[in-house]
């Protein structure tokens, strides 16, 4: 058997490398091609911005590749595509952001559509009705990033750049306010509605309102805010009052602000600070008072015409309001009366006392406490006879108010003070009396017998007509009875006297003889005048005698 070989003598296997082979020159062109158009592909990617989706309710106006989206009117992008929602519902918007405004959009940005509007706060959009309409941008604070978004259907009032601070107004009612209308200060356009909703509790409104720099800083922890909205007209017991703020608070509505002059309160208001709403200018500026005394009245007579509200006087001053009119039921007799409560502000009402009547020390204020106000008030009611009384503040519109005044010969009462409220006494209204007095005349009229009265009139009526046709008939029996004798005699008088003038001019001296014919013609002709004068005198005795005759004519017998 052979021996095994040694290993190390036998032959070893070499790793040979492969030969590679030469590359061509051909593959070098498109190779720097593609890395060229990598490179223009990347910094393409880099140069351009976010594309970011808007979602709106509609899209008016809006088309790919043609509508841009503008930042204090700079374009900053340009919409891409424009299409439906899933749901079909609304308008999905997708656009291109440049990309020096990539850190603009965050989270708080708001987008909306620019176009034409017209409202009663004013005209907005007119430049779009030659370039189109396009998507307007209001940048946010925030510092998150976001690329979807939902569009705004109202465009916003204020914009960042704008500086002032927002606040919150309570109100009962919206009225005629709307977003933009303006809000005043002194009658200076100072701010402007910006929004408005309904409470959480859903028994008021709340309205914010932005006012500008520097009016901003009129607004005080003590400021009033009211509706200035249309024309106030008010008619109570105090006349006609019409108030307005502007011509365009007048159309579209505003609000007026102001800090009352005795309120020394300069603290001024936070940003978003809440308000009350006052319905107008006299309730928001009314000065509270510091001391309110109620007190009731009962009135044994109508009260229509009296409401909430109505001035309270004493002596013809303010001094308090009626709270509360109804009726109430005397509780001996059981005869149903008015019960009146109203307020006085005794303060106020002392306070306008001369100086050192009722225990004053020059220079001090008349502070009084319950008690003695009460024993002020107990002696001007037994010793000065002070009453209450209804008294009409307009005939026009009716309305009374309650006013206290002096009434010395008022019989004496008691008062209850420890009574809550207390009942103060009082004297019937003038009213009541007047009517009293018109309707015993009425009676009186109604009295009256208005049918024989008539018949009285009508037969009376009868007896004229009857003389007024026996006058007639005597005239016309004057007419053709006497009148023809009166112009006879008168003729006749006319043709003697004309004879006798005629033969005057045609006398001489040759015929003045008594024997010569114009004579006696000429002693003829004067007694026929003689016997004309006499007859009309005879005419002239008779109806002096008988003066009848003018208007019945002669009688058989005279005839």
């Known amino acids: 058997m052979a021996e095994p070989q040694d290993a190390a003598a036998l032959p070893q296997a070499t790793v040979v490398p492969k030969r590679r082979g030469r590359v061509s020159v051909v593959w070098l062109v498109p190779i720097l091609a593609a890395v060229v158009a990598i490179g223009i592909a990347v910094q393409r990617l880099l140069a351009e911005g976010p594309t970011i989706q808007i979602v709106f309710k509609e899209a008016e106006g809006i088309e790919a590749g043609k509508t841009f989206i503008k930042y204090k009117d700079v374009k900053i992008g340009q919409v891409t595509a424009v299409e439906l929602t899933e749901d079909y519902g609304k308008v999905t918007v997708t656009a291109k952001i440049a990309k020096s405004a990539a850190g603009l959009i965050v989270d708080d940005a708001a987008f909306w559509v620019v176009e034409p509007r017209v409202s009663l706060s004013g005209v907005s959009g007119l430049?779009?009705?030659?370039?189109?309409?396009?998507?307007?941008?209001?940048?946010?604070?925030?510092?998150t990033t976001k690329r979807h978004f939902k569009g705004l259907e109202i465009p916003p009032v204020i914009t960042g750049d704008q500086t002032g601070r927002q606040f919150v107004l309570h109100a009962r009612s919206l009225g005629s306010l709307g977003v933009g209308a303006p809000v005043y200060y002194r009658s200076l356009r100072a701010g402007q509605v910006v929004a408005y909703g309904l409470a959480a509790d859903g028994k008021s409104i709340d309205v914010r309102i932005f006012v500008h720099a520097p009016y901003d800083k009129y607004v005080t922890t003590a400021t009033r805010f009211w509706n200035a909205s249309g024309v106030?007209?008010?008619?109570?017991?105090?006349?006609?009052?019409?108030?307005?703020?502007?011509?365009?608070?007048?159309?579209?509505?505003?609000?007026?602000?102001?800090?009352?002059?005795?309120?020394?309160?300069?603290?001024?208001?936070?940003?978003?600070?809440?308000?009350?709403?006052?319905?107008?200018?006299?309730?928001?500026?009314?000065?509270?008072?510091?001391v309110a005394a109620?007190?009731?009245?009962?009135f044994d007579e109508t009260l229509r015409g009296l409401s909430v509200g109505a001035p309270v006087t004493l002596l013809g001053l303010p001094g308090g309001t009626v709270t509360d009119v109804g009726l109430d039921i005397h509780p001996k007799t059981m005869k149903i009366r008015g019960r009146v409560e109203?307020?006085?502000?005794?303060?106020?009402?002392?306070?306008?006392?001369?100086?050192g009547s009722f225990q004053q020390r020059a220079g001090e204020a008349v502070v009084l406490d319950t008690k003695e106000r009460q024993l002020l008030i107990r002696r001007v009611i037994e010793h000065g006879g002070l009453r209450a009384q209804l008294r009409s503040g307009n005939l026009l519109t009716g309305q009374l108010y309650v006013a206290f005044d002096a009434f010395p010969n008022a019989p004496k009462v008691k008062i209850d003070w420890s009574r809550d409220p207390v009942e103060l006494p009082v004297v019937k209204s003038t009213l009541p009396q007047l009517e009293d007095r018109l309707t015993s005349i009425l009676a009186k009229i109604d009295a009256l017998q208005f049918d024989e009265i008539g018949r009285d009139i009508r037969a009376t009526l009868a007896a004229f007509d009857q003389l007024m046709k026996d006058t007639d008939a005597a005239v016309k029996k004057f007419d053709v009875e006497v009148t023809p004798e009166i112009k006879s005699a008168l003729q006749a008088f006319k043709e003697t006297s004309a004879s006798a003038t005629e033969a005057i001019k045609n006398t001489d001296t040759t015929l003045l003889?008594?024997?010569?014919?114009?004579?006696?013609?000429?002693?003829?002709?004067?007694?026929?005048?003689?016997?004309?004068?006499?007859?009309?005198?005879?005419?002239?005795?008779?109806?002096?005698?008988?003066?009848?005759?003018?208007?019945?004519?002669?009688?058989?017998?005279?005839?």
């Open 127 to 143: 430049s779009t009705l030659l370039s189109g309409n396009y998507i307007g941008f209001e940048a946010g604070k925030s510092k």
């Open 232 to 290: 106030d007209v008010s008619i109570g017991a105090n006349g006609v009052d019409v108030r307005t703020a502007s011509l365009v608070a007048l159309i579209a509505g505003g609000l007026a602000f102001e800090t009352p002059s005795f309120d020394t309160g300069t603290d001024l208001a936070a940003a978003n600070a809440e308000f009350t709403l006052y319905n107008d200018q006299a309730t928001a500026m009314q000065q509270p008072e510091s």
């Open 294 to 298: 109620r007190y009731v009245l009962y």
């Open 342 to 355: 109203v307020v006085a502000y005794p303060e106020r009402l002392v306070g306008q006392l001369r100086k």
């Open 513 to 559: 003889s008594p024997e010569a014919p114009a004579m006696q013609e000429l002693r003829a002709t004067l007694q026929e005048f003689t016997r004309a004068a006499r007859s009309l005198r005879i005419l002239t005795d008779y109806l002096e005698q008988h003066p009848e005759a003018l208007i019945r004519g002669k009688t058989e017998e005279e005839r």
